[in-house]
């Protein structure tokens, strides 16, 4: 059995209409599958038998069920358009095949009013069954003869299979050939071509050895000058005498200046640091604790390692913001304390110290970042503690920027206290401060490296004495 679909068809016609005033104006239909408009025809003006134009529906899928409605344009005006026939057709139960012979008009006594037929993608026409009139005989129907195709034979395929791999190698051959012959006709050509590509880069390249054979034209050149002015230096001066005399005289002006230098200017220089450090000494006072190495400055006390000042702020509960205040403002005391030190020694600090917004800051030239001087709480992180370690606590507090500008600061007084005793160890070889000197960054205890006050008090004491 064959199984036809929707997409088979390719013509749809209707015959011996008549509506109930026997009256047909203009009609046309419609073609749907489950509820969904698949087509519209054309108009056709006043015909019993329209000839509509052929069907296009490739696209569709299984579907074997279609829905056809006619429309007539009815003479009423007021009525216009009406449906006038609806047939619902299973291609495959409904159809009945009608032979060509009989769709001559004279010939359609067979159809009953407002029939439909449709013609399949096999050019056979067919109507459905409640459209028949009288019974169809099955002579009537022509039948076309098959005509059997002969199948190939297994050697006719392999024939075949060689015949064709033989005609693409000679295409192949061909094409080989002829781009062989273009080649040695006309070799020239192709070399053109390839120099006139080449060109640009070729010029590009030779514009830029002959910068470089400039460069280096100027470079011999600069180098050809020099070795003259040296010959000719040496020569205008090729006594030896008379260069051993220029020696002895510039040696002679120096004498005025190191003597210039060890009865006034050393001693002055020492004697204003004093004053200068007796003032600073009066501006920020810093004493000792119950005589320990715990000092206090303004009044303030501060804890005489990083280590106790980190403790103090992360872990501080009573009066947690009174010690911030105080903290920060040891800090600031001690940061402007060590920029004056820093002025009046010349000292080049490393970490340069300046304040933003009445905070105090420190600057790592290296990377290019600042730091603050001043505790912040909100900046604290806290990091997990592992259960091997000794700490009683689950974690610890860290404040990473905070103690990196509190790192920078203890290096920037070690530096300015380095430096304080370079100088003074060249007055000491000067012998104009009497052999005060001592050096000072070995006479610093172990345990006091990082005692802030400690060590600016050691160093005003040493300027002072």
């Known amino acids: 059995m064959i199984y036809r679909k929707i997409r088979h068809v390719r013509l749809i016609n209707f015959r011996n209409l008549i ?25 056709i003006p006043s015909e019993n038998n329209p000839n509509f134009q052929l069907v296009s529906l490739p696209k569709l899928g299984t579907e074997s069920t279609l829905s056809v409605s006619l429309f007539a344009n009815s003479l009423n005006e007021k009525i216009g358009w009406t449906e006038l026939l609806k047939y619902t057709i299973d291609l495959n139960a409904d159809l009945v095949q009608i032979p060509s012979s009989l769709l001559d008009e004279s010939n359609e006594s067979f159809l009953k009013t407002n029939s439909i037929i449709l013609q399949l993608s096999n050019d056979q026409f067919y109507t459905i069954k409640k459209c028949v009139a009288k019974p169809i005989s099955p002579d009537s129907i022509a039948t076309t003869p098959q005509v059997k195709k002969k199948s190939y034979t297994f050697d006719s395929i392999r024939s075949t299979n060689n015949i064709y791999k033989s005609i693409k190698e000679l295409s192949s051959i061909k094409l080989k050939l002829s781009n062989q012959i273009d080649q040695n006709i006309n070799p020239q050509n192709k070399a053109d071509a390839t120099s006139a590509e080449d060109l640009p880069t070729l010029d590009k390249f030779v514009n830029k050895q002959r910068l470089i054979n400039d460069t280096l034209s100027s470079q011999i050149i600069r180098r050809k000058v020099a070795i003259n002015e040296t010959k000719q230096f040496i020569s205008d001066h090729s006594s030896i005498d008379y260069t051993q005399n220029q020696i002895e005289f510039i040696n002679s002006q120096f004498e005025p200046i190191h003597e210039s230098e060890t009865t006034s200017i050393y001693p002055e220089t020492v004697k204003q640091m004093k004053k200068f450090a007796e003032v600073i000494s009066d501006v920020f006072i810093i004493e000792s604790v119950d005589n320990s190495i715990k000092f206090k400055i303004l009044d303030i006390e501060f804890p005489s390692t990083v280590k106790q000042l980190l403790d103090l702020c992360y872990y501080e509960e009573n009066n947690a913001a009174e ?50 001087l001043y505790y912040n709480p909100v900046l604290n992180e806290k990091v997990a503690v592992s259960k091997t370690s000794n700490c009683i606590r689950n974690h610890i507090i ?68």
């Open 19 to 43: 509506d109930d005033d026997t009256t047909i104006l203009d009609t046309f239909y419609t073609l749907s599958s489950e509820d969904v408009l698949l087509y519209v025809s054309e108009v």
């Open 323 to 372: 010690t911030v205040i105080r903290v920060n403002a040891t800090l600031a005391y001690i940061s402007q304390m060590m920029s004056v030190l820093a002025t009046i020694t010349k000292t080049n600090l490393k970490y340069p110290i300046h304040w933003k917004e009445d905070k105090c800051h420190i600057a790592d030239r290296s990377t290019s970042s600042t730091f603050p």
């Open 398 to 465: 860290k404040n990473p920027t905070f103690e990196f500008g509190l790192n920078l600061l203890n290096r920037n007084l070690m530096l300015l206290i380095h430096h304080t005793n370079e100088l003074f160890r060249r007055f000491s070889q000067s012998k104009c401060i009497d052999n005060r000197y001592v050096d000072l960054q070995s006479s610093i205890p172990i345990d006091c490296f990082d005692n802030f006050l400690w060590n600016l008090q050691y160093l005003v004491l040493f300027l002072t004495a």
